[in-house]
């Protein structure tokens, strides 16, 4: 009976990942620079092909983790510094794309950090200028 229970779950979980299909944790847009975690559905093998906007080979038979022993179900970080379309390819040729962009979110945080440096440079200008006012 639990053998049963155990492999309707497994089942369960399976068609799960075949619903979600390959990048379940990346979606499919990404920032540059910034990791996420492909999963793959029920694949018998376990590298893959990391392929840029170029059609360039970033990674050659990637390993995989599998993630719970005998389910055929793996895992792999992806990170891609360059903009564009990035095709992974599983060992069973099936792939997927992911894009590659910069998003309004990582937009707005550039914009709040480069408004922090500047009211910093801001501060330090009126500081000397303070001063330069002191000595006169």
Same mark, same amino acid.
């Given at each position: 009976m639990n053998k049963q229970l155990f492999l309707c779950i497994l089942l369960l979980y399976s068609l799960i990942l075949l619903v979600n299909g390959i990048t379940d944790g990346c979606g499919q847009e990404v920032d540059p620079n910034t990791s996420c975690v492909v999963r793959t559905p029920p694949i018998t093998c376990n590298t893959y092909n990391h392929y840029n906007s170029? =059609?360039?080979l970033l990674v050659n038979d990637g390993g995989m983790e599998e993630i719970v022993t005998g389910t055929g179900v793996y895992n792999f970080t992806f990170i891609a510094p360059d903009l564009g379309v990035h095709t992974l390819v599983?060992?069973?040729n099936t792939s997927t794309n992911i894009n590659v962009e910069t998003t309004d979110q990582t937009d707005l945080g550039t914009i709040l950090a =480069?408004?922090?440096i500047i009211q910093n440079s801001l501060d330090v200008i009126n500081e000397s200028v303070y001063y330069i006012e002191l000595l006169i």
């Open positions: 170029s =059609n360039d599983l060992c069973d =480069n408004q922090i």
